[in-house]
């Protein structure tokens, strides 16, 4: 696996330092570690499904049994079926550029298992890396009150490395949000208190970069490609039925 470029640290600081305060060296010694365990990640799970694609070997070991951990998903915004037999918690946020390239993946899921994938959203804002991200998250659960959180949720996507106050009340406004209502939520800290409790339940089970997701309660890190989602979630289907 190759080292982060000084290249890739400038892009990404250069598409995001107009979020970020402090001293830039800090920033960009941050930006390579995230990138480098990102970068880990997405390698490890692809050399795993490469393996498992041209592999011939017969496997008559039992598997080792599989690590759950039990994920709240009281209160949040989810698509797809509400009784579906695999639960799909994304622990994310809106300003970061790997959550941003997984959003394809996640429709992907949704639309290869229509009714058996229920997909909930919950905040991990990183503030270190983009401060404008908690209040993009509190802004989404206050769109939430209206009923348009996907609606904002994707829409805060497209247009990730803008998040300041003025672009999220465009944003309210392009998705037909009753924009004073929106506001007086968004100034209130309504949903300070929220965002925050789901950024601790994410620390409590070893959330420490985002993407994040646990599928039926087995944790699963990074912007994955669509075939180590449907892996897990084939295996789970087996096991339901």
């Known amino acids: 696996m190759g080292l982060i470029t000084e290249k890739e640290i400038e892009d990404f600081y250069q598409a995001n330092k107009a979020q970020m305060r402090g001293e830039e060296a800090d920033f960009r010694q941050k930006i390579r570690a995230f ?3 990102q970068r880990l990640t997405a390698r490890r799970e692809q050399f795993v499904v490469t393996l498992r694609s041209q592999g011939k070997v017969v496997v008559r070991l039992e598997s080792p049994p599989v690590i759950r951990v039990e994920v709240s998903i009281e209160g949040a915004p989810f698509r797809g079926s509400a009784e579906a037999p695999v639960t799909l918690v994304e622990f994310s946020e809106f300003q970061c550029p790997f959550c941003h ?3 394809a993946t996640l429709t992907q ?3 290869r298992y229509p009714g058996k994938v229920k ?5 991990f804002p990183i503030d270190a890396l983009h401060p404008m991200a908690r209040r ?3 802004a ?9 959180f996907w609606e904002h949720h994707d829409t805060l996507f497209s247009h990730f490395l803008q998040a300041a106050p003025d672009d999220l009340k465009e944003y309210a406004q392009k998705v037909g949000m009753d924009v004073t209502k929106f506001e007086s939520c968004l100034s209130g800290g309504v949903y300070k208190a929220t965002v925050q409790r789901d950024f601790d339940e994410g620390t409590r089970l070893g959330v420490t970069g985002t993407p994040a997701f646990f599928i039926n309660g087995r944790p699963l890190q990074g912007s ?3 075939e180590v989602f449907a892996r897990v979630i084939d ?3 087996a096991r339901t039925r």
């Open 119 to 123: 997909l909930v959203y919950r905040d």
């Open 136 to 138: 993009a998250a509190e």
């Open 109 to 111: 899921v949704l639309e």
């Open 235 to 237: 295996e789970d289907l």
């Open 140 to 148: 989404a659960r206050c769109a939430q009150d209206q009923g348009k």
């Open 101 to 103: 390239r997984v959003q």
């Open 224 to 226: 994955q490609p669509f």
């Open 35 to 37: 990138l480098q365990q």
